[in-house]
């Protein structure tokens, strides 16, 4: 018999009879569906929901809740990721039935507050990042890079680069800048890094051509590394006739200090639930705003929210060149709230103190650290580092990340970049206190002495979470994607 | 400064230990130029107490939907019952991110695999993904998961599908050049005629159900059209109205898209909402998106992972089946939690709830003056009325008297525009009459005395004439 899940799914509480909330009588008098809908197909069986009562459906979510590992309750140094505090104050700010109770088609007269707020959210992102305007539409950063490439597409099309057909992404890029390129139809060009882990100048000659479209970069990279060649990038990009996307995932690195828009970049989104605090939900949602300068302005997706000189706040629909809507309604606004709210209190001080603390962190980890595992492209990062435990063995970065685990704190990003073998990369954030650190450095030293003494206890960590090692190759090949009764695997492996 | 919580103290320390004199030492691999120009110039920072103080009167200077406020079309406003509300609030869920580490995740990685199950359930089809960013989105992520099935490169879309889909929809189509087809809605009924005049070369057939207009498309004959072309049905639907329709997968739809937002979000402006796509196996290589599987550890207790991830953009890169990496999970366990409390009784008597309160309600107006519908087509929670007004002027005047009565059907597609790429004409064009027709979603937060109070105020305003209502 094999044991079952630490909590079963909610399905498997159900109870002929229960229910967890009771609705109010309908009020009017009642007609047959049937008869109301005549020759409409009814639905013949119910769903196979749960019938749990509330206290019952409480008990069910508080105690999967304890199965999670979460910012709030230890360090989650997951690279890329900007996995800070997330200020519980903006949680409060986004209830406020005048932002979430709001309904998108109300009329402007109702929603002038929101509307304001929306306003001064992109004035913010724009002095942050140095552009021109934004827009919030975009519900997450692969969005906003879709959003982007997309614009850039349309102003080639309006300035004779139809034929241009290739976007140059770094070798070390993430995965969702190939993707968006990809699925706004250009053919991806993957450029070689430097040995030094930047972009390569003479490679990035050798590929810019009349068929460059655009350069998507991420900069700090995922290495970590400001790319200090930043200009003469912009430059040759745009002296081909191509133009820079920057992807703005590292932009905690940076505030305060350089802005996309000096760089000569000409679009840029913005991850909110990284740099700016709101909470990452398990996977989502985020918002990934996107901001462009004066030449890509009109290809943004309308509505945009603009002041009238009489100050009241309206959408501006009228936007011909737009390259339309990527998302119904107004993006994800309880997002935006949030994000607002922090930017409010953090104001210019606390937002450059923030990449100071962040990028200070991240180097007192490295060099705390670079002597037990060595770092590739090693040197001052910014708000992040790679490290490579390839000297471990094969595998090493996987088993080294479980057995963080053990120790309350997450695992960094593993096997990512992909330029980097056996890649841990770490993030600590601003929001770490030194002892958080100390003890992320303890446990890492403890692993690398437990690879010469002991080596099982990392090979088969994790020890002490609530499940071991999920059998994800039997995952893969019978996949069991919903809860059904009979839904158990076989006893085999 | 806030959020930040080292002393200076701890600063000068952790500098020595580096190495670095000072912060500036730090971002010495910025060129000088880049510093000296990042001059944020934002107004200093708040207080707690004073950003509260900020946000509350910004909340305040909006107006907040009450009783009698039917507006719909697109995103419903629905009672939350507070459970859903404390659970997803939970530290654990929502400041976690995607489950990469399954060991100290299977919380988030058991409710997703929950909502999975609910979405298959709700729209008859074998499996779901762990949510994508919205319904609209969630369409065209069909289409194109359509294509790449059928290796064709062009779909048709059913004018019955709401105006910003269809946008979106063609704001996704503009990057590959898909050839966007529209399939008009039958002039009487308002729904969706067939496939006539469209090219059998289509690989995907989109519709809505209900269509925007709020009718109760018949999906067997349009899921029939679609095969006998080889292309793959879409039906984005929305969730609620399947405590009492027949399924899309048993009416014969490959695909089912939609919103979620139904079950546990707030209306919050329009997002964050939760988009869902579900489909038949045999399409499950294609499907975009996180999904999750139940397996067992190493110790063989069951648990549960993410799966199938070299379809996955962090995988597979330029090749993958999408470009989605973070996504509404927070939103889908609120949309889990809600319909884990309604169970199949709550959800058939909430559905049934706004069916019988939209009938009355619409029956009532149409008893009034010069009041008809605006297409015959049976409709679930949201009905569309031609009035003998403009639909703009009745609202203005509805509203002086306390009731926001709907949208006007103008009011959608002036939040759209023509847009770009292939398959532009025809798309954004409003029906006939549109400057008089309002949509009206009624739910269970329309209570009989607001029906009430919409059908006393509507005769006063129709009565007045057209100087009340222009």
Not at chain 1, 135 to 144: E, I, K, N, R, V
Request: proline fraction near 8%.
């Amino acid at each position: 018999m094999i044991p079952g899940p630490l909590e079963p799914p909610i399905f498997a509480h159900s109870i002929a009879g229960h229910q967890g909330v009771d609705l109010p009588a309908a009020g009017v008098p009642r007609v047959e569906p049937a008869v109301l809908l005549p020759g409409v197909a009814l639905r013949s069986a119910p769903p196979l929901l749960p019938r749990v009562a509330e206290s019952q459906v409480v008990r069910h979510y508080t105690r999967l809740s304890h199965l999670n590992h979460c910012v709030d309750t230890g360090f989650y140094p997951l690279g890329s990721c900007t996995m800070k505090y997330n200020p519980k104050l903006d949680d409060e700010v986004a209830a406020l039935p005048g932002f979430a109770e709001m309904h998108p088609y109300q009329p402007e007269a109702d929603t002038q507050g929101i509307l304001q707020l929306m306003h001064e959210l992109e004035k913010g992102l724009l002095a942050v990042t140095g552009m021109h305007r934004a827009s919030l539409q975009p519900a997450a950063g692969a969005q906003g890079e879709l959003t982007g490439i997309l614009m850039i597409k349309a102003y080639h099309r309006d300035h004779s680069g139809s034929e241009r057909d290739q976007v140059i992404v770094p070798d070390s890029a993430h995965g969702t800048n190939l993707a968006s390129a990809t699925m706004a139809g250009y053919h991806v060009v993957e450029l070689p890094s430097s040995p030094r882990g930047l972009v390569d100048l003479e490679a990035l000659r050798a590929h810019l051509s009349e068929r460059t479209a655009a350069i998507m970069l991420t900069n700090p990279n995922t290495l970590g590394l400001f790319e200090e060649d930043i200009l003469e990038i912009s430059r040759l990009v745009h002296d081909a006739g191509a133009l820079c996307y920057y992807d703005g995932a590292n932009l905690n690195a940076i505030m305060g200090k350089a802005r996309p828009g000096d760089m000569g970049m000409d679009v840029v989104h913005v991850n909110l639930h990284k740099t700016f605090s709101t909470p990452h939900g398990g996977g989502g949602p985020g918002a990934g705003p996107v901001a462009v300068t004066d030449r890509l302005e009109p290809y943004l997706p309308a509505p945009l929210v603009t002041r009238d000189p009489d100050g009241t706040y309206r959408l501006d629909r009228d936007r011909p060149s737009s390259i339309g809507r990527v998302k119904a309604f107004h993006g994800n606004v309880g997002v935006l709230v949030r994000a607002y709210s922090y930017l409010l209190r953090m104001g210019s001080g606390g937002l450059t103190q923030a990449s100071e603390d962040a990028v200070l962190n991240a180097n007192y980890l490295r060099t705390r650290l670079h002597g037990l595992f060595p770092v590739p492209y090693d040197g001052p990062c910014m708000h992040e580092f790679v490290l490579s435990a390839s000297e471990h063995g094969a595998g090493a970065a996987r088993d080294i990340g479980k057995r963080i685990l053990d120790f309350g704190m997450h695992a960094p990003t593993v096997y990512f970049p992909l330029i980097v073998h056996e890649a841990l990369m770490i993030e600590p954030t601003e929001t770490e206190d030194i002892a958080t650190l100390d003890r992320f450095v303890e446990v890492m030293t403890r692993i690398d002495t437990e690879f010469r003494s002991d080596p099982d206890v990392v090979r088969t960590a994790p020890h002490t979470t609530p499940v071991r090692r999920p059998d994800e190759a039997h995952a893969a090949r019978e996949p069991v994607l919903r809860w059904s009764p009979e839904a158990r695997p076989r006893e085999s492996r | 400064m806030p959020y930040t919580v080292h002393s200076d103290q701890d600063r000068r320390r952790l500098l020595d230990s580096i190495g670095a004199s000072s912060a500036v030492d730090l971002f010495a691999q910025i060129p000088r130029i880049l510093l000296d120009a990042a001059v944020l110039g934002l107004p200093p920072g708040l207080s707690e107490q004073e950003t509260r103080d900020r946000t509350d009167a910004l909340a305040a200077a909006d107006r907040v939907p009450g009783p009698a406020s039917f507006l719909g079309a697109g995103l419903y406003r629905h009672f939350v019952p507070a459970a859903v509300r404390s659970l997803a609030a939970r530290s654990e869920f929502a400041t976690a991110y995607t489950p990469y580490q399954p060991e100290v995740s299977q919380g988030t990685l058991e409710h997703i695999f929950e909502f999975q199950t609910c979405m298959c359930e709700l729209t008859g089809m074998d499996l779901s993904n762990a949510s994508l960013y919205d319904g609209a989105s969630a369409l065209a992520e069909g289409a194109f998961m359509a294509l790449r099935s059928t290796h064709r490169d062009a779909v048709a879309v059913s004018a019955g599908v709401h105006p910003e889909a269809r946008e979106v929809l063609r704001t996704y189509a503009s990057g590959p050049q898909i050839a966007i087809h529209s399939l008009a809605l039958h002039d009487a009924t308002g729904r969706t005629g067939g496939l006539d005049g469209c090219p059998a070369d289509v690989g995907a057939v989109l519709v809505q159900q209900p269509n925007y207009l709020g009718v109760i498309e018949d999906l067997a004959p349009l899921a029939d059209a679609a095969h006998a072309i080889g292309a793959l049905l879409v039906v984005s639907v929305n969730p609620s109205s399947l405590g009492l329709l027949e399924t899309p997968g048993a009416l014969g739809a490959d695909i089912a898209v939609g919103d979620a937002q139904v079950f546990g979000c707030s209306p919050s402006f329009g997002g964050p909402t939760v988009g869902f796509l579900a489909c038949r196996t045999a399409y499950m290589r294609q499907i975009p998106g996180r999904l999750v599987s139940q397996t067992v550890d190493e110790d063989g207790r069951l648990c549960y992972t993410l799966t199938l991830q070299a379809r996955e953009q962090h995988i597979r890169r330029e090749k993958a089946t999408s470009n989605i990496c973070s996504n509404q999970a927070l939103s889908a366990l609120a949309a889990t939690i809600h319909l884990a409390l309604l169970g199949p009784a709550g959800l058939a008597q909430r559905a049934d709830i706004c069916l019988q309160r939209a009938h009355h309600l619409q029956a009532r107006l149409c008893a009034l003056p010069g009041v008809q519908p605006f297409v015959t087509g049976p409709f679930f929670n949201e009905f569309s009325l031609l009035l003998p007004c403009s639909a703009a002027g009745f609202r203005t005047a509805m509203r002086d008297r306390g009731v926001d009565p709907g949208v006007p059907l103008e009011h959608l597609f002036a939040d759209t525009h023509p847009g770009l790429g292939p398959g532009r004409a025809g798309l954004a064009g409003r029906p006939p009459g549109a400057g008089r027709c309002l949509l009206t979603a009624v739910t269970e937060l329309n209570p009989p005395e607001a029906l009430d109070a919409y059908v006393a105020a509507a005769s006063e305003v129709l009565a007045a004439g057209p100087e009340v209502a222009p």
